[in-house]
Structure formats: structure tokens, C-alpha cells
Nanobody, 125 residues
Framework: QIQLMESGGGLVHTGGSLTLSCTAS????????MGWYRQAPGKERELVAL???????RYADSSKGRFTISRGNTKNTAHLQMHSLKPEDTAIYYC???????????????????WGKGTLVTVSS
């Protein structure tokens, strides 16, 4: 069973910083990408940032210049460093990842996407 475990959420004042971490565990061949999404009350879930297996990154416009996504040394962990936080960054942040999973004895794989349970980030004004 594949799981994504998030950590690092909490309460911070405007202008503060937080680092979120997401660790993947379970049985998989590789990870195609890992990313962070967020959902604020009354709003749709939106992409914050993602990083591919080749370390290519993509950021939402609202994240550029303030957030940095990176992968850990074991490549099954993704970190999101958030700086200059604003009240509008308040949301539940979800880790998302796409895995290559072996489906038969010949080693054929298929893609599967998983979500973490989320971690709350609250930025007070």
C-alpha cells in the first residue's frame, strides 16, 4: 500500500516561513513526480508546485519567488520551503505523487496517482 505522509504545517505570522515535507512509502518502482496542492475554504484545490523525477519544477504564479520545491536525497521525499507567507496562503496543503507500479511478473508497470491527507497551514495577519 502506497502512502504519502505530510508534515510541517502550522501557524505562522505574515511574512514568516514554513517548510512542508512529504514522504512516500510502500511498494513502487519509481516516482514520476511529486507535488503540493492546496485548498482554501470555499475554493477549489490548486497546484502550488511540483517536481519531476528529472528535478524539473513547476510553480503556480502565486508561489513563484516565495516557494521552493525540492526532493530529498532518497528521492521519495519532497520538501516545500515557503517564505514571505501571506494570509491568502492559508489552506490545507496536500501532497500528490504519481508512481510507476509493477503490475505483473514480467515487470510491466502502470501509473498511479496518490494523495496525502493534508496538512493545515494558517498564516495570521
Amino acid at each position: 500500500q502506497i502512502q504519502l505522509m505530510e508534515s510541517g504545517g502550522g501557524l505562522v505570522h505574515t511574512g514568516g516561513s514554513l517548510t512542508l515535507s512529504c514522504t512516500a512509502s510502500g511498494s513502487f518502482k519509481s516516482i514520476n513526480f511529486m507535488g503540493w496542492y492546496r485548498q482554501a475554504p470555499g475554493k477549489e484545490r490548486e497546484l502550488v508546485a511540483l517536481i519531476t523525477a528529472d528535478d524539473d519544477t513547476r510553480y503556480a504564479d502565486s508561489s513563484k519567488g516565495r516557494f521552493t520545491i525540492s526532493r530529498g536525497n532518497t528521492k521519495n521525499t519532497a520538501h516545500l520551503q515557503m517564505h514571505s507567507l501571506k494570509p491568502e496562503d492559508t489552506a490545507i496543503y496536500y501532497c500528490n505523487a504519481e508512481f510507476q507500479i509493477v503490475v505483473n511478473v514480467e515487470g510491466a508497470t502502470t501509473r498511479r496517482n496518490y494523495w496525502g491527507k493534508g496538512t493545515l497551514v494558517t498564516v495570521s495577519s
